[in-house]
């Protein structure tokens, strides 16, 4: 299966984006699907993730200002996010969770900056 991440860029402080996720050569929609970012110099985190049956989880440090979502019919995977923070900046990646992964292709870079 390979992801491909896009929708990243440069945005305000306080702006928002929305992040897709595309799968092709494989089918999503039974797997529990993530979206993870990796800021400069830090681990990967998780930082939502929705089940094939649509129930979502939030990390604190999106929580209330993220909205994950999917299109099985699509086999895509989407993360709203708003009111963006500096500290957002990071390259987001969306993936299965884990233990075990899909590859990871190249993510989508997301800064926020002024």
């Known amino acids: 299966v390979q992801l491909q991440a896009s929708g990243g860029g440069l945005v305000q402080p306080g702006g928002s984006l929305r992040l897709s996720c595309a799968a092709s050569g494989g089918i999503l929609s039974l797997l529990r699907m993530g979206w993870y970012r990796q800021a400069p110099g830090k681990q990967r985190e998780l930082v939502a993730d929705?089940?094939?049956?649509?129930?979502?989880h939030y990390a604190d440090s999106v929580k209330g200002r993220a909205t994950i979502s999917r299109d099985n019919a699509k086999n895509a995977v989407y993360l709203q996010m708003n009111r963006l923070k500096p500290e957002d900046t990071a390259v987001y990646y969306c993936?299965?969770?884990?233990?075990?992964?899909?590859?990871w292709g190249q993510g989508t870079l997301v800064t926020v900056s002024s």
């Open positions: 929705i089940s094939g049956g649509h129930a979502t």
């Open positions: 993936n299965r969770v884990g233990p075990t992964f899909l590859d």
